[in-house]
Structures are given as C-alpha cells and as structure tokens.
C-alpha cells in the first residue's frame, strides 16, 4: 500500500489526532486526496478486499480505540474549493467544511446556507446524513450531488433521486461524495450576516462550544427531542470513566480529558438503555461509530 501515490500512504496512522473527541486506535493505513483523479487512481490500486473509510472534520464520528483496519481516506485539496455559478448556486467540494461555506457566502452576500453555520462537518458528511439546523435541511438547499462508485464511475443525483429523510441521505452503499450543488440568492451582507451572528449566539448559549466532543449524540425520535429524553431518565451530567454527558446540553457526549472511546460509548448505550426501558423510545445514534473495539485479555 505505501507504493501508492509516491509514498503518501502512512502506515498505522493515529486516528484521535484528527477527530473531535480525540479517541481511537491507529488505522491500518492513511492518506490525504487532494482531487478526483487521485480518488479514481486509490480506488484502482487499492486491494479490492481492504475497507475504506473517508473522514470528514472528524466531527461526527466516535473511532473505536482498537481503530480501522483498512484505508482512511482524508479528502484535501480540490475537495475543499467552492464556488458560485450564475448568481443562484454554489458548488462546494466534500471537503468543504459547513460553517466556513455558510459564513464565507453571508460576506459574500449569499442567503439560504445560514443554517449551515450550526453544523460540524463537511458538505460530504452533511450529505450522508441530511444534516440540519434551525428548521432547514441539506436536502431543503440542495440541487445535486456528484458521487463516485468503487469501480470509479460517476453519476449526478438530485435529492428526489435520493429520497433523502429527517438526518438519512440515503447516499448509495459503496459510493462517495465528490461534490454537491446549493441553491443560494443574492441578498444584503449585512442582512445576511445579522441571521448568522443570530444562529451563533444561539448556538453558544445552548451547546458546549469548547472540550472534546462529536456534536449532537442521538437523533430526535420525533415528535420528541433527543436532549429531552435523556435529561427525563437522569442523564444530564451522568459519567462513565472520563466520559461525560454535557450538563449544559444533554444530547452531547464529552470527553473530558482521557477517556476512551469504550468509555464514550458505553455511555451512551447506557442512556439509550433507559430511554428505552423507562419511556419505550428507540433512540438512534447520530453520532457514526467506525472501527474496532480494542480487545482485551
């Protein structure tokens, strides 16, 4: 595998340097992509065998502290331009982080991806999972994806072709995200920019904005609220090891110092157990958990 691409696959690569919570093994190998062509040539060199996983921000994403065994693929370059055409849409790669597109096109004078500004992630990540905030949805915004199947084909979907739902993309197996195509409208900066300075006040009242966490924990089983749920069955505050749920926001998982990913996940399983036993709901995991769990004697 380090034959590829002149070298720049990193063998037994430490995971938690690159994700929120900073937990996780090593992955079996690593490598940053920086265009579409790169991305083609990976999928053709690659053993057919070997997982692949490709890793957004890191935000989303709780990597199991006995890592991946396989190929984590870091996008960069290409994958992080954007774009606008015709005054009415934006082009944004998959590695283009949410908030950063949402706060450059309000300078810019562009509206309807304010809400963006409330998303961790990547344009990638957001599309995988319908990612939402403050009412509005990826799939409200979006015109198209262009995605690439293992086999290097790529097709173009619109979000009735993907019949995306409340946080499912519906993204098809075995195919990734390359780039996606946003509605937007001119408007006065300043009016733009009043919305988002908004969204971020709200933002940082209600969600723990500093420590080690992954973003929003459990999905709402609507019509009920995640959070809610979780604080009814005694959650708020509740610790595992080094492994805490927010007190401030109870539908964040922290990591406050050391923990460990078992310890991050035994937690929520413990949440979910109550809910699930004291109130008869399902919660669902919003958070992706990747990897393996480390064994032990």
């Known amino acids: 595998m380090h034959s590829l691409f002149n ?14 919570f900073k937990v996780g093994g090593n992955a079996d190998f690593f490598v940053k992509i920086r265009s579409i062509a790169e991305l083609s040539q990976l999928l053709k060199e690659k053993p057919k065998d070997m997982p692949l996983f490709i890793l957004g921000a890191g935000s989303n994403i709780l990597m199991r ?45 562009y509206a309807n991806l304010e809400f963006m500004v409330g998303i961790p992630g990547t344009i990638g ?10 009412g509005v949805e990826v799939k409200d915004v979006l015109q198209w994806v262009d995605l690439m199947s293992m086999n290097g084909e790529i097709i173009r979907l619109t979000p009735d072709d993907l019949k995306m739902a409340y946080r499912k993309g519906h993204i098809p197996k075995e195919h990734f995200v390359l780039k996606a195509a946003f509605k937007v409208q001119k408007e ?23 420590g080690r966490t992954g973003g929003s924990t459990f999905k709402n089983p609507l019509p009920h609220s995640a959070w809610e749920l979780v604080d009814k069955v005694g959650g708020r505050g509740l610790k595992n ?24 996940e035994d937690l929520g399983e413990e949440v979910r157990k109550r809910v699930k036993e004291q109130e008869d709901i ?7 958990r ?3 769990p480390l064994l032990t004697l």
């Open 65 to 109: 502290d006995g890592g991946f065994r396989g190929l984590v693929v870091k996008l960069a370059g290409d994958f992080s331009k954007w774009h606008i055409e015709n005054d009415n849409t934006v082009i944004a790669g998959a590695g283009v982080l949410d908030k950063t597109l949402a706060l450059t096109m309000g300078e810019a004078g």
């Open 290 to 292: 990747v990897g393996t």
């Open 241 to 264: 090891g080094n492994a805490q749920i927010s007190i401030k926001h109870c539908n964040f998982l922290l990591n406050l110092g050391d923990a460990t990913a078992k310890e991050i």
């Open 188 to 210: 006065d900066p300043a009016v733009v920019q009043d919305k988002l300075n908004s969204m971020l006040d709200k933002k940082e009242a209600a969600q723990p904005m500093t």
């Open 125 to 134: 990540g957001a599309l995988i999972m319908n990612a939402g905030a403050y």
């Open 7 to 20: 070298g720049k696959v990193i063998e037994n690569y430490p995971l938690h340097k690159i994700t929120w």
């Open 282 to 288: 399902n919660l669902e995991w919003e958070i992706i």
